[in-house]
């Protein structure tokens, strides 16, 4: 375990935004983990997973901790389902592969999806109709003020929309080492009524799809859409989609008849931002070095060299924008450091 100090942490954000850390450390075993926290003498720490939902807008002046903790392992089996358990420095989307080179069912709809196991319950990932919560089983965290380690069963996580507890009031009190999913062996459960993968399963003349080919659809529309953060930077969707009075939609699709929506509840319902940002005209945006992607207007993109600050600024704009045209609130979905 060695603290650098100065160091930058582009390599180390999707966004790819260089600023630099005052200090810094990799983190692979859970011992030097307890051992680094317990470092009086760098007092303000901040810990860092894939660093693929953050927006570094100016220097770090505190120790960061990145953690690196790897391993994969089967902790028991029934007849059709399996506990994994996977440690936080795995990288989500190999760990997704993983599971499905063992033939595990559950994780096909969330391939591609940047970031680290560790950090995927604090905002509850999701695509394609799926959600981490589906299949998260608990996770075990250190408590910071303890330094103990705390189990979470996933009723104690409080999971909601790209949400949980670790978002609420337990934020910034604990750090995820762990996570245990459970998966199907055999008779898995496919989730492909999504408009966008039956389309693509039909292009690919795939009748009945296995896990494998679920998930290989999954990632050709990602990439069809979503830029690669090792080409462009960025931080996947910027926002959350708004969840809206049913008379502000009523009144949105009196004006505009193509308004996609998905109900909430009697008397709400889910507009896509990206819709409403792509009609407010942002779509392909370009300032300089940044901007909105051209495929996905929920994408901000760092075309290399822009400044955190650029890039909030821009979602600001498109804030306030939002909010003149159609009266809505778009909120950040990505933590701004
Ligand atoms: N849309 C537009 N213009 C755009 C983008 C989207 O009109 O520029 C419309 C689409 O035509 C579609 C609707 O908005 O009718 C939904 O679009 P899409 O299926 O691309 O999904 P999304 O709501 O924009 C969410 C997640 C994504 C996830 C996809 C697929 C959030 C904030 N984002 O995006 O998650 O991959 O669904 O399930 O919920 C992420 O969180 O980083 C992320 C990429």
């Not at 927006?55 to 790897?70: P, Q």
Request: hydrophobic share 40%.
């Amino acid at each position: 375990m060695k603290i650098e100090h100065n160091v930058s942490l582009k390599p180390y954000n999707t966004f790819g935004i260089d600023v630099v850390a005052k200090h810094f450390v990799t983190i692979s075993t859970l011992e030097d983990l307890k051992a680094v926290l317990e470092l009086e003498s760098y007092p303000k720490k901040l810990i860092l997973g894939g660093g693929s939902n953050i927006l570094l807008i100016k220097a770090v002046d505190a120790l960061v901790i990145l953690i690196r903790i790897k391993g994969i392992s089967i902790i028991s089996k029934t007849e059709d389902t399996v506990l994994v358990k996977a440690n936080a420095g795995e990288n989500w989307h190999e760990f997704v592969l993983w599971t499905l080179s063992q033939d595990f069912g559950g994780l096909e709809n969330m391939s591609l999806i940047p970031g680290n196991v560790g950090t995927s319950p604090i905002q509850n990932i999701g695509a394609y109709g799926v959600e981490l919560k589906d299949t998260f089983e608990s996770c075990e965290a250190i408590n910071l003020a303890t330094k103990s380690i705390t189990t979470f069963k996933k009723e104690e996580c409080e999971f909601g929309y790209r949400n949980s507890i670790f978002k609420q009031h337990a934020k910034g009190q604990y750090i995820i080492t762990s996570v245990t999913f459970k998966l199907t062996t055999k008779n898995h459960i496919l989730h492909t009524n999504y408009g966008a993968i039956t389309a693509e399963l039909n292009a690919r003349q795939i009748t009945s799809p296995t896990i494998q080919d679920v998930s290989n659809a999954i990632i050709a529309i990602r990439q069809s859409k979503l830029p690669d953060p090792k080409k462009i930077g960025n931080s996947g969707s910027f926002f959350k989609n708004p969840v809206v009075d049913k008379a502000v939609y009523l009144h949105i699709l009196n004006q505009f008849p193509d308004v996609p929506s998905y109900p909430v509840s009697e008397t709400q319902v889910k507009i896509p931002a990206g819709w409403l940002i792509e009609k407010a005209g942002f779509k392909g945006k370009r300032l300089g070095n940044y901007g909105v992607h051209k495929n996905q207007a929920l994408v901000l993109v760092n075309y290399g060299g822009a400044t955190g600050t650029e890039i909030l600024r821009l979602s600001e704009i498109i804030q306030a924008t939002i909010q003149r045209i159609f009266n809505i609130s778009i909120e950040s979905e990505v933590n701004i450091l």
